[in-house]
């Protein structure tokens, strides 16, 4: 979905599944795989695409999610946050977090952004790292690869072969490779189709040394639910060098609803929070 990310107190990497905001996908001939990619991995792709919806999946345009997340520390769960989360493609995104009545609001449309903190009652501008922190999330996501915003980056697409999942169970593995250096490792379920896994390596700036150092994260996505056709996980997973760092846990989606672009405007004072 989308990148789901609690500012305030805690940035976390691309978690909601389905709601990346890309909308002009792009999928290979049924013959030929483009130069930039094998023809294996194009066909792991598409039945993806297939079995999330097909039609119905790439034609979603606004979202609305509730639910919980769930931050962990030291591998222990910590007290959920209520959350709601509103999208309308292609660049517009809201995330509300509520805990003993307190509310914190993120929004980003386009280049722009702002967050609401109930904490300390401010109002402000989201800084130009939070801004790259979101636009990483959109890098880093499922969404990247299923509705083939990559094509125009000159990004590889490859096959990396078959992966263990569980008893009896393997995932189909490709990779996307960046002119960076960046890259993404996919897993689809090799019997269902379904996308099961997210790995990829990310670069943090250690606070204490200055120095640039590179974690491991993974986005498990479980708990496969279908609405109007439209199929997500509900439940995604998110761990940072083998550890739970998060949760999150759906408890209803809606797509295609009516979402207000009030919503998205930033009020001249707290007052006019909406």
């Known amino acids: 979905m989308n ?3 609690f500012l305030t107190t805690v940035a976390i990497a691309p978690l909601l599944f389905l709601l990346c905001l890309t909308v002009r996908a ?8 483009p130069p930039n990619s094998d023809q294996k991995s194009e066909e792991i792709v598409k039945r993806a695409i297939e079995v999330l919806g097909g039609a119905g999946y ?18 222990v769960s910590q007290v959920p946050l209520k959350f709601v989360d509103y999208i309308v493609y292609p660049d517009k995104e809201r995330t509300e977090f509520t805990q003993n ?3 914190t609001i993120q929004v980003n449309f386009g280049e722009q952004g702002w ?10 501008d989201q800084k130009p790292e939070q801004i790259a922190d979101f636009k ?27 992966r263990e999942a569980g008893l009896a169970k393997r995932n189909e593995t490709v990779r996307l490779t960046y002119p960076d250096g960046f890259w993404l490792e996919y897993e689809f379920a090799a019997k269902e189709g379904l996308p099961a896994k997210i790995i990829y390596m990310r670069k943090h700036k250690n606070m204490d040394s200055g120095e640039v150092e590179e974690t491991l994260e993974e986005d ?30 759906y ?3 809606e797509y295609n609803k009516p979402v207000p672009d009030s919503l998205f405007t930033k009020p001249a004072t707290i007052k006019g929070l909406k």
């Not at 996501?141 to 000159?154: A, D, F, N, Q, V």
């Not at 639910?225 to 999150?248: C, E, L, M, N, Y």
């Open 136 to 162: 990483f999330s959109f890098r880093a996501s499922i969404e990247t690869i299923l509705r083939g915003e990559w094509r125009k980056e000159g990004v590889k697409l490859s096959y990396v072969g078959r």
């Open 26 to 33: 792009q999928t290979a001939s049924k013959d030929t795989a």
């Open 58 to 75: 790439l034609n979603v345009r606004t979202v609305i999610g509730h639910g919980f997340f769930t931050p962990f520390h030291d591998g």
């Open 220 to 249: 498990r996505l479980q708990k496969p639910i279908t609405i109007d056709g439209v199929t997500a996980p509900w439940v995604i997973d998110h761990f940072i060098s083998g550890k739970q760092t998060s949760r999150i846990n």
């Open 115 to 124: 967050i609401f903190d109930g904490a300390v009652k401010t109002l402000n």
């Open 101 to 103: 009545g307190v509310r």
């Open 251 to 253: 408890e209803t989606i």
């Open 3 to 5: 990148r789901f990310r």
